[in-house]
């Protein structure tokens, strides 16, 4: 098991953050920022940006591409088109091996509707269903930021 994997599932499974912040957080140091801000960064996209929307696991992951590789001058067009063939990849990837890269896809329930939140909440399902996604998308990333 990676350092980063150990990392994103003690954030995770025991610190309870959630998926995006566990994913970002697990990079921080490897990106120069405190664990603090990739946790602060990552705190609004965690159950699809509470809408069941595209996975924390996966905007984690793709926050940590930009602060590695990420446009920063207007004229930068190679990092421009290399954070783009990324995030691609990634997806594409990530949507293999789990099925989907949309949260109430992967968790079977939609997190923005009351009556489903609680289906979720009760069956623990981000307990059982989120630690393999978080796993699995610090595995593809870290294969990508080689």
Do not use: W
Request: charged share 25%; hydrophobic share 40%.
């Amino acid at each position: 098991m990676s350092r980063q994997i150990e990392k994103a599932s003690d954030l995770f499974n025991n610190q309870r953050y959630h998926c995006s912040q566990a994913v970002l957080g697990a990079f921080a140091e490897d990106l120069g920022i405190t664990e603090e801000q990739a946790l602060k960064i990552g705190g609004c996209f965690g159950a699809g940006m509470c809408y069941g929307e595209v996975c924390g696991c996966v905007t984690g992951a793709l926050m940590a591409f930009g602060l590695k590789y990420g446009q920063c001058r207007v004229d930068d067009l190679v990092s421009r088109q290399k954070t783009n063939d990324m995030t691609i990849q990634f997806m594409e990837k990530f949507k293999t091996e789990n099925g989907s890269y949309m949260c109430k896809e992967l968790l079977g329930y939609d997190f923005s509707k009351p009556e489903e939140a609680k289906i979720i909440a009760e069956n623990k399902l981000f307990l059982d269903i989120c630690p393999p996604l978080v796993e699995s998308a610090i595995r593809i990333a870290e294969k990508l930021m080689v």
